[in-house]
């Protein structure tokens, strides 16, 4: 499986992206993590199969994750950016026949590249 990330860029405060992250084949638990310079990196948002969506306290009313099956692709919407959403985000794709913990890196075997977003003040 392989994992194509697109759609960051440079963005002033308050303004939106939409991140776009496209499978090679069947998607089921997906996420989007992201990771900014000398942090950890950390949970962002996540959907499940049959459209159940998590989100971290940060970006809850402001990002929302959605899924397109037919097209094994995941979107995230981020509106209202603000400078410490700047990292590089990553998509990822659920670890097969493996309980799916959303919110947990080890949950997710595939992942994307990783693109860029940058909010400025």
């Known amino acids: 499986v392989q994992l194509q990330a697109s759609g960051g860029g440079l963005v002033q405060a308050g303004g939106s992206l939409r991140l776009s992250c496209a499978a090679s084949?069947?998607?089921?638990?997906m996420g989007w993590f992201r990771q900014a310079p000398g942090k950890e990196r950390e949970f962002v948002a996540a959907?499940?199969?049959?459209?159940?969506?998590y989100y971290a306290d940060s970006v809850k009313g402001r990002f929302t994750i959605s899924r397109d099956n037919p097209k094994n692709t995941v979107y995230l919407q981020m509106d209202s950016l603000k400078p410490e959403d700047t990292a590089v985000y990553y998509c990822?794709?659920?670890?097969?026949?493996?309980?799916?913990?959303?919110?947990?890196?080890?949950?997710?075997?595939?992942w994307g590249q990783g693109t860029q977003v940058t909010v400025s003040s």
């Open positions: 959907i499940g199969r049959s459209g159940s969506r």
């Open positions: 990822a794709k659920d670890r097969p026949f493996s309980q799916w913990y959303p919110e947990k890196d080890t949950s997710y075997e595939y």
């Open positions: 084949g069947r998607i089921n638990g």
